[in-house]
């Protein structure tokens, strides 16, 4: 599934963060690594009557990225046996990698983005809602760490939690979630499903101790949540069924909580994954999601890849 990896680079360490998973993938899959950076044209200027053209500056610019941009690709190419090409782009930098995207036969893009710090003057931190707009392609977001980048290092991609919410939509994760985790060694993929409870967590037995009518109302509460459970349980086991069919070594949890973003977040944290997978609509950027407005939180929270995907129909 994965032939052609981009690799969005712009001149930062934060960005080369990216590369690590990226080498790993490439490696596995025997994949080509794109390396690419986006060179904004430089608007002309008239000072005191006098023209100054900025097409000198320009070449400088983009001489410069790409005598980066091989030098990275050298020092992958020592780390392992891949094909890397480089290509220095020109142009609004969202715009122009969705065109090579489009045109470029790319089946993932890796890159990096901010967290819950600000990082308004790296430019790959806010192109990654933009892409999510309009790519249909799987994108790895990587969350940047404070240690320095170690091509050494692989990251432990294939113990992925993958949440889904009960739609096909969602459903739709699942290909290249595992795809890429089957790369890796020991894949173990958890499915994950967040539902809201139904009585609110303030409320308790001993506030309806004596009333009869509350605790009838109470049982029909729990039995109502139970069902919920039931059908989530046995939806997420006909999903496992499906995977392992195919080899695939997986496991299924339903999670009570009524904040879907916090359960997944839980859920890396208490599997120890190094991957998290969801799908987004993405119609007006991270905001507007399959699983309730809550991928945004993930990547923001997250400490792991988080692969997104906007899915088809």
Same mark, same amino acid.
């Given at each position: 599934?994965?032939?052609?990896?981009?690799?969005?680079?712009?001149?930062?360490?934060?960005?080369?963060?990216?590369?690590?998973?990226?080498?790993?993938?490439?490696?596995?899959?025997?994949?080509? *690594?794109? #390396? %690419?950076?986006?060179? @904004?044209?430089?608007?002309? /200027?008239?000072?005191?009557?006098?023209?100054? &053209?900025? =097409? +000198?500056?320009?070449?400088?610019?983009?001489?410069?990225?790409?005598?980066?941009?091989?030098?990275?690709?050298?020092?992958?190419?020592?780390?392992?046996?891949?094909?890397?090409?480089?290509?220095?782009?020109?142009?609004?930098?969202?715009?122009?990698?969705?065109?090579?995207?489009?045109?470029?036969? *790319?089946? #993932? %893009?890796?890159?990096? @983005?901010?967290?819950?710090? /600000?990082?308004?003057?790296?430019?790959?931190? &806010?192109? =990654? +809602?933009?892409?999510?707009?309009?790519?249909?392609?799987?994108?790895?977001?990587?969350?940047?760490?404070?240690?320095?980048?170690?091509?050494?290092?692989?990251?432990?991609?294939?113990?992925?939690?993958?949440?889904?919410?009960?739609?096909?939509?969602?459903?739709?994760?699942?290909?290249?979630?595992?795809?890429?985790?089957?790369?890796?060694?020991?894949?173990?993929?958890?499915?994950?499903?967040?539902?809201?409870?139904?009585?609110?967590?303030?409320?308790?037995?001993?506030?309806?101790?004596?009333?009869?009518?509350?605790?009838?109302?109470?049982?029909?509460?729990?039995?109502?949540?139970?069902?919920?459970?039931?059908?989530?349980?046995?939806?997420?086991?006909?999903?496992?069924?499906?995977?392992?069919?195919?080899?695939?070594?997986?496991?299924?949890?339903?999670?009570?909580?009524?904040?879907?973003?916090?359960?997944?977040?839980?859920?890396?944290?208490?599997?120890?994954?190094?991957?998290?997978?969801?799908?987004?609509?993405?119609?007006?950027?991270?905001?507007?999601?399959?699983?309730?407005?809550?991928?945004?939180?993930?990547?923001?929270?997250?400490?792991?890849?988080?692969?997104?995907?906007?899915?088809?129909?």
């Amino acid at each position: 599934m994965y032939r052609t990896i981009l690799v969005p680079l712009d001149g930062s360490p934060f960005s080369e963060h990216a590369l690590p998973s990226a080498l790993a993938i490439a490696r596995r899959a025997g994949a080509k *690594i794109r #390396l %690419v950076s986006v060179v @904004t044209p430089l608007a002309e /200027a008239y000072v005191e009557g006098l023209y100054f &053209s900025t =097409a +000198d500056l320009q070449d400088q610019l983009s001489a410069r990225q790409q005598k980066y941009l091989e030098a990275i690709a050298a020092r992958l190419r020592d780390r392992a046996a891949v094909s890397v090409t480089t290509e220095v782009l020109h142009g609004e930098v969202s715009a122009t990698l969705n065109h090579q995207i489009d045109v470029g036969g *790319i089946d #993932l %893009v890796v890159m990096a @983005t901010h967290g819950r710090g /600000a990082m308004g003057r790296f430019w790959l931190g &806010s192109v =990654a +809602d933009e892409m999510l707009r309009h790519v249909n392609i799987p994108l790895l977001l990587v969350r940047p760490g404070e240690e320095a980048v170690d091509l050494a290092h692989e990251p432990p991609l294939g113990k992925a939690v993958v949440a889904l919410d009960g739609t096909p939509l969602a459903e739709q994760i699942l290909e290249p979630a595992v795809a890429l985790a089957g790369l890796m060694p020991l894949a173990e993929i958890t499915l994950m499903r967040a539902i809201h409870s139904v009585v609110p967590v303030t409320a308790t037995p001993d506030v309806a101790a004596g009333q009869r009518e509350a605790r009838q109302l109470l049982e029909q509460v729990t039995q109502i949540q139970g069902k919920l459970r039931g059908e989530s349980e046995k939806y997420l086991d006909g999903v496992c069924a499906r995977l392992r069919d195919k080899g695939v070594t997986v496991r299924a949890e339903v999670v009570v909580e009524d904040q879907p973003a916090s359960a997944i977040l839980h859920e890396i944290e208490s599997t120890r994954a190094g991957l998290v997978a969801i799908a987004t609509h993405a119609r007006s950027g991270l905001g507007r999601l399959v699983l309730g407005s809550v991928a945004d939180k993930v990547i923001r929270g997250a400490h792991v890849p988080v692969l997104v995907y906007h899915p088809r129909g």
